[in-house]
């Protein structure tokens, strides 16, 4: 089994890892824009063979985990040049866009939509690790365009490296997805670059930063190159849930200038459900 690994960065990395330990006898081909990836990707034995565009004539499975933007420039290409029998997967944030992309490709049948809810704010071959995917939601879209064959071969695959399936239309995995994913990393992005600025003329701010700060900023280490095409892509659906967000803060701000402290309890109290809210999403899919 040929299996093509287009973008060897965390997901496509732990895919080609997980892949490979299911199916020892794959030869794993990676093809990326980086030369400096390709080397770590076999250093590593995440691949075994560097590839090019054309060798995807070759591929048995293409796993497409690039940024969404070149998503929906490549992924018509790849169908192009594939076999009959052959089985591509992305992996991209934003769905609605990519299957646009691809809706009228006489190779539609061979494509299957996926987002597997996974991964850390690290990136490239090194943050690759088997077993990212235990136990986590996989979000595929459109699965009814995907070939009934093709389809069984994914979702043994994702069965088999412990994930959960979720069937979603890609309008409303974009909505869902941009206020438990999108916003979060927003929130982010901002909260580092307001304390950063602090930071340039009271060099002691990160002596008092504690573990609070390092896990809410956390996602501020993630990669702009993936996360700004996220953005762009997904602009409509993001901008509803970031001005709620806004509103939300606008509040707080009145209430502490107010000194309104019983309504600030209020609201703490009552966001305090979301551990209620988190704790039973986890047992469901323990239970899974």
Known sequence: MNVFVFGLGLIGGSFALDLKGINPEATMYGIDTSEDHLDKAIELGIIQEKAVFEDLAQADWVILAIPVDKMVEVLPRILDVIKDDAIVLDVGSTKEQICKSVENH???????????????????????QRGLFIGKTNIICEVEKTA?????????????????????????????????????????????????????????????????????????????????????????????????????????????????????????????????????????????
């Open 106 to 128: 006489p190779k539609r049948r061979n494509f299957m939509a996926a987002h597997p809810i996974a991964g850390t704010e690290f990136s490239g071959p090194t943050s690759a």
């Open 148 to 288: 009934s064959g093709f389809q069984q071969k994914a979702l043994e695959f994702f069965d088999a490296i412990g994930m959960h399936i979720r069937y979603m239309d890609p309008k409303s995995h974009d909505k869902h997805i941009a206020y438990v994913s999108h916003l979060s990393h927003i929130s982010s992005f901002m909260l580092g670059k307001t304390v950063i600025e602090k930071e340039k003329n009271e060099r002691d701010i990160f002596d008092m930063a504690g573990s609070g700060f390092e896990s809410t900023v956390r996602l501020a280490k993630s990669s702009p190159s993936m996360w700004t095409p996220i953005f762009k892509q997904n602009k409509d659906e993001v901008l509803q849930p970031l001005r709620e967000y806004i509103d939300n803060l606008n509040r707080f701000k009145e209430l502490l200038e107010n000194e309104d402290f019983e309504a600030i309890y209020a609201e703490m109290q009552q966001t305090n459900r979301i551990k209620e809210i988190l704790e039973g999403i986890h047992l469901k899919k323990m239970k899974l």
